[in-house]
């Protein structure tokens, strides 16, 4: 009898240890598949560091990024940290420079050798929906991006209730001057900026079309728009060629060919600033410690001015949108990229990318840390967006119509094509390229 006793003791132990481990293996991260799901990436902090595995996975994960986060040395730290965390995981990254402005360009020539995770522009969110190339997120990523962002930035990176990438940065740009050339009270309006009495060589202004992502913030900021309020009222179509956007249309033709405004295709604006040499200009957050730099102490930073271009003000309005982290749909390791996609946006991600290349953050709490709120490009990004910015439309029409179409504007008045004869012609055929059928 004490012999069964023995025998039932020991099978009862066994079981017991058996279940165990099966607890554990049930914990391990589920594989996501193509949706981009990842259920075991933490809400706001970078995960804790796992237990590393019996034997680790071998992952390549080839990443794109812009060249202001590889330079300082920003993303080789963070693969570094993030693979310290991930024992389970033993990952070869591949990183490669590529702008955020012409990510999609890039990856739609063939998603199966663009990066596992990338960096982007929102904007070009629905071009790479349409084409099966980013991964829709899912589980604990989602639901980082949305309770630890505002709903504004959100926005940003959703189509149809639906979480695409991971916002690290508010997207939109502000006003830079030397403070040696303008004062406060110049810097108000384009008027005061240009009257500005600059010695010879000197360039009040410099314009720059960014591809129309600039060039966008005259019509807008005079009251102007592409399919209405919403931006998706396609019936309303585009109001540009009317008596307000033609006198827009001369006022930036006037200011293009002004010998003391600086056309940014032409020149280099940070050589120019490091010279005093250059009044003003737009650009955005990703480029302050290159402009820093260049000007030390007389860097100013202030939201962009009024314009007049039929005797009434109007504030200019730009562009506001995010840079974000994105997931490639066709990533052969969906589980770790997805995993490194909510690493970088995370918080402290986001406060380490503040810290380095001064970028500010979209995470709500680093926004609201201390040194954050003191520092001068994080207020007037705050003040940007609030005072004189609209969302910028993500829609495919107006992305299929509107960039192809817009991009031509200021190289074609720079070289004449465009002109003040021709100018209502030309508005009128950019007009109904427009048009939703």
Known sequence: MKKVSRLLALLMVTMLV?????????????????????????????????????????VALKVWAPENQIQPGTIDSMCKSFQALHPEWNIKFTVETQGEDTAKDEILKDVTAAGDVFFFANDQLQELKNAGAIARLGGSTEEMVKTTMTEQVVNTVTIDDAVYAIPFTHN??????????????DIKSLESIMAKKTSDGVYNFCFDSAGGWKLAAWYYGAGLSIYGDSATDFAAGCNWNNATGLAVTNYMIDL????????????????LAGAHKLGAWF??????????????????????????????????????????????????????AVAFA??????????QR??????????????????????????VLVQESNMASVLQPNSAEFTSRFWPNITGFATEIRSGDFNKKNAQEKLDTFVKTLKVE
């Open 256 to 271: 293009i060919k002004n010998p003391k405004c600086a056309y940014a295709d032409d020149v280099n604006i940070s050589e």
């Open 342 to 351: 909510a690493y970088l946006g995370s918080e402290e991600m986001q406060k």
């Open 18 to 58: 058996i279940s165990n481990f099966a607890a554990c293996g049930k914990n391990e991260g589920k594989n996501t598949g193509s949706t981009g799901t990842n259920d075991s990436a933490q809400a706001t902090k970078a995960p804790d560091e796992t237990k590393a595995p019996a034997k680790a996975e071998d």
């Open 283 to 336: 650009d955005g957050s990703w480029n302050y410690q290159l402009y820093k730099d260049a000007l030390g102490d007389d860097l100013g930073l202030a939201v962009i001015p009024t314009f007049n271009p039929d005797g009434k003000d109007y504030q200019l309005k730009s562009f506001y949108g995010s840079k974000c982290i994105g997931v490639n749909a066709q990533t052969k390791y969906p589980e770790a």
């Open 172 to 185: 939109t740009f502000f006003m830079y001057y030397d403070k040696s050339l303008l004062s406060t009270d």
């Open 354 to 379: 503040f810290v380095e290349t001064a970028q500010v953050p979209t995470n709500k709490a680093v926004s609201e840390s201390a040194e954050v709120q003191a520092d001068p490009v994080a207020s």
